[in-house]
């Protein structure tokens, strides 16, 4: 029996045996004692109150005294108004503690039929995980037991967002810098080895960029365009991703290969499956280090052509 349960058997048993009057335990509400007060059991007096006609510093005082001697479970009480507080004792306590560490299903409830699904992690795969995906995983993957626990069929799922100009400059990174390397012979985790890449393209896209904006065509560009609102670097950090996508010769290579990989070019899907499956290789060491799994994986790269079709036929109209 819950203690919520016993508690009011013993005060209907009581108020039986005080005054003769069989109380309704529906009538009696125990719940857990506001922060504010002390006690950890609260009941509340005032239907019982109005049902003996007894005033609730009489019924009160008589029931706290009646419990605190008849229930090992009751240590202490106090009074407040029409609120009877309840301290429980730390054998209680422990006891509790004790069940719930040997019962495997403490808390859980029986299944109601329903069905939900969680998304949770859904790296990219152009850099590592990091701290900001482990929050993300552990949210998920708690919200996942939370929602198994109250009884339902938790179906938990990741979107793997594996393809894009992201991917693109990882790749052209190792063409141009790996050397042959992969994740064992440099002895690196493999979404950490990927990553090292995407951070080497980003480099020398900054570089790239610095060198241009000494071009004579940068400094005509900047006179034409810059308002004397903000000054010079403001100017160009302003203008860096049109320059990516129109002038930069890193950035013309990136969107080749996208155009390529997007074309199913043999060679660019056989480099983006083997870059791809290093850093899935390093994904997994994180979920298992974790604890965390999934039931379903869904890749960007299965549904872009549909999203792609769907923009193409919503600009159409």
């Not at 938990?156 to 100009?165: E, T, Y």
């Not at 499956?273 to 999934?294: A, D």
Request: charged content about 25%; some cysteine; glycine content about 8%.
């Amino acid at each position: 029996m819950l203690l919520f349960d016993k508690i009011r058997t013993e005060i209907v048993n009581a108020l039986h045996r005080e005054y003769g009057k069989t109380v309704d335990p529906d009538l009696l509400v125990v719940s857990p004692t506001r922060r504010e007060f002390t006690g950890d059991m609260t009941v509340i007096l005032f239907p019982v109150v109005k049902e003996l006609r007894k005033s609730p510093a009489l019924l009160g005082e008589f029931l706290g005294d009646y419990l605190a001697k008849k229930m090992p479970e009751v240590a202490a009480y106090n009074l407040i108004q029409g609120f009877l507080n309840l301290s429980l004792t730390k054998d209680f306590w422990f006891s509790f503690l004790k069940r719930m560490l040997v019962d495997q299903q403490y808390g859980n409830w029986p299944r109601n039929g329903e069905k939900v699904m969680i998304e949770f992690s859904s790296p990219n795969t152009n850099k590592p995980l990091h701290l900001g995906h482990i929050r993300n995983i552990l949210l998920g993957w708690s919200c996942s037991k939370i929602f198994t626990a109250s009884g339902y069929e938790v179906v938990k799922v990741q979107v793997v967002n594996d393809r894009g100009i992201a991917i693109c400059k990882s790749m052209l990174a190792w063409l141009a810098d790996g050397a042959g390397l992969t994740p064992d012979t440099a002895r690196m985790k493999g979404d950490h080895f990927v990553g090292k890449f995407y951070v080497k393209f980003e480099q020398k896209f900054v570089d790239e960029y610095k060198a241009w904006q000494t071009t004579p065509e940068a400094r005509e560009i900047l006179a034409n365009g810059n308002d004397q609102s903000e000054n010079e670097a403001a100017f160009f950090l302003g203008y860096k991703n049109h320059y990516f996508n129109s002038q930069s010769a890193l950035g013309h290579q990136a969107k080749e290969m996208l155009r390529k990989w997007e074309a199913a070019d043999p060679d660019v899907m056989k480099l983006w499956q083997m870059m791809n499956s290093w850093v899935y290789g390093g994904f997994e060491e994180t979920y298992r280090r974790l604890g965390v799994s999934f039931d379903k994986l869904y890749y960007e790269s299965d549904t872009w052509k549909l999203g792609k079709d769907e923009i193409l036929d919503g600009l159409k109209k």
